[in-house]
């Protein structure tokens, strides 16, 4: 079993996967980390040269490589569900957790975050919060559909989500047991 990480851009995708799957003594993998690598551009440079469709494609041959994955924490890309065949993926890879924040915390964290201008496309014309906005009001009912536990970031550190996901998935691990 995996544990699969959804959420907006600065929801804590990465941050947490690793202290989580630290926590459970398993691997963490970053979709996105794994794309850059393997194609030697950013998330950025990918969308400009591809487009969305494009890097969707990409994207989900990651996913399908991580199927056969087992106690790994996977960080997905925050776009990643607006992709109908990622969603089931996602599903068939592990349980998914929806790490949800409002748009004014993303956009907080965001903006300490020096690399993300540079390294991630923007979504809309607007870009700022009414961008995260705008994005969240879209995406909201799908990373809600997919998840199997929400865990409002919010006023948690990434050490105590970390917590809240071991918990989470230790008392539902005894129960499949």
Not at 129 to 136: D, G, R, S
Request: glycine share 8%.
């Amino acid at each position: 079993m995996n544990i699969v990480l959804i959420g907006h851009r600065g929801s804590g995708k990465s941050t947490v996967g690793q202290l989580a799957a630290k926590r459970l003594g398993w691997r963490f993998t970053d979709t996105d980390q794994m794309i850059m690598e393997e194609k030697g551009k950013t998330i950025k440079e990918l969308f400009d040269q591809l487009g969305e469709q494009g890097f969707r494609r990409i994207e989900r041959k990651v996913l399908e490589s991580l199927r056969k994955a087992k106690n790994r924490v996977i960080s997905v890309g925050g776009g990643a569900i607006t992709d109908p065949d990622n969603c089931s993926l996602l599903k068939r890879i592990g349980r998914v957790v929806w790490l949800r924040a409002p748009a004014s915390i993303l956009w907080a964290r965001i903006c300490q975050d020096p690399h993300s201008a540079k390294t991630r496309p923007d979504l809309t014309a607007a870009g700022g919060l009414a961008e995260i906005e705008k994005v969240l009001q879209e995406r909201e009912p799908i990373y809600e559909g997919l998840a199997h536990q929400t865990i409002d970031t919010m006023t948690m550190d990434p050490e105590e989500v970390a917590v809240t996901i071991e918990m989470w998935f230790r008392a539902n691990d005894m129960e499949s047991a």
